[in-house]
């Protein structure tokens, strides 16, 4: 006679979660053949350490409208460990047809998300962060897009209250904010951006691009082209504050009413870069920045 599992021990693992549907039911259990986004992204909460959830290619849209943080209803929120990956920004989409913002980050969560288009994010009154907002996580994002997300207030694309975020082989395509940045603000914490591409998106005030107003930042490879602010500075690039450090980037062709393709403020050191071809329409110099 053969005893098994007199000593089998428990073993917490990542649970891997398949989302199998587009659409955005009222959420119950991410069930295998049965899992919509918000579902898997409920389980992982709930799960006691990291999760992977795996994205087919196709466009998810949510649709549960209503306000809290724990995912249920509106943004999807993301309470603990996560991983999220697509088939491809190309192909694995994630939109919305609610006034919302798409992803929210309200704690200190370790998040990645790879191969995935971000788009639509909007709001009916005031929201800041349409595609993405952290307050407080760690946030890893590669090989995405981040397109046509609006805010009514800071950061079009994504809105960095505080945490660190890392942003490789990503674009930022027109995003626009009623504040500033239309792509990407940044208030607070570590910022790197590696690869980046930050393209045609508008903010009413400063830094249509990017617009960071405190932190370390580093970028690194990246492209700023077509921004345009409306009253602000920084077509490109605005810092208001924090400690900035651009190496190996091109800003091309931005406009803004100051600094058409750089405003800065803050600490900032640019090493092997190109800026060329920006324009201003009051004052601070189109190609360069004050
Ligand atoms: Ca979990
Ligand atoms: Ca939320």
Redesign the pocket.
């Known amino acids: 006679m053969v005893v098994l599992g007199a000593h089998t021990a428990r073993v917490a693992r990542?649970?891997a979660l398949n989302v199998t549907r587009f659409d955005d039911p009222i959420p119950g259990g991410c069930d295998p053949g049965d899992c919509s986004l918000r579902e898997a992204i409920l389980?992982?909460?709930?799960?006691?350490?990291?999760?992977t959830i795996a994205l087919p290619g196709g466009t998810y849209v949510l649709a549960q409208a209503g306000s809290d943080d724990t995912a249920s209803l509106g943004d999807l929120d993301i309470t603990?460990?996560?991983t999220i990956t697509g088939a491809g920004a190309a192909t694995t989409i994630i939109t919305t047809t609610m006034a919302d913002r798409i992803f929210h980050i309200p704690s200190t969560a370790n998040v990645s998300i790879a191969d995935v288009t971000i788009s639509g994010g909007h709001f009916a009154v005031t929201g800041d962060g349409a595609g993405l907002l952290n307050n407080g996580g760690t946030l890893t994002v590669t090989n995405s897009i981040f397109s046509s997300n609006h805010a009514i207030g800071l950061g079009g694309g994504l809105y960095n209250i505080t945490g660190t975020v890392v942003i490789s082989s990503t674009t930022f395509a027109g995003n626009t904010a009623t504040s500033v940045g239309g792509g990407l603000a940044f208030d607070d914490g570590t910022l790197r951006i590696i690869d980046g591409a930050f393209l045609d998106n508008t903010a009413d005030t400063s830094g249509a691009g990017v617009a960071i107003r405190g932190g370390t930042t580093t970028i690194d490879g990246s492209t700023f082209a077509g921004g345009e602010t409306i009253s602000g500075g920084g077509g490109g690039i605005s810092i208001a504050s924090g400690v900035v450090t651009i190496t190996n980037s091109m800003i091309s062709g931005n406009s803004a009413s100051s600094g058409g393709g750089i405003s800065t403020s803050g600490t900032l050191t640019i090493i092997g870069s190109t800026i060329s071809d920006n324009t201003t329409i009051s004052s601070g110099g189109g190609g360069g920045y004050r």
Do not use: Q, R
């Open positions: 990542a649970t389980a992982a909460n709930a799960s006691a350490g990291h999760d603990d460990d996560v």
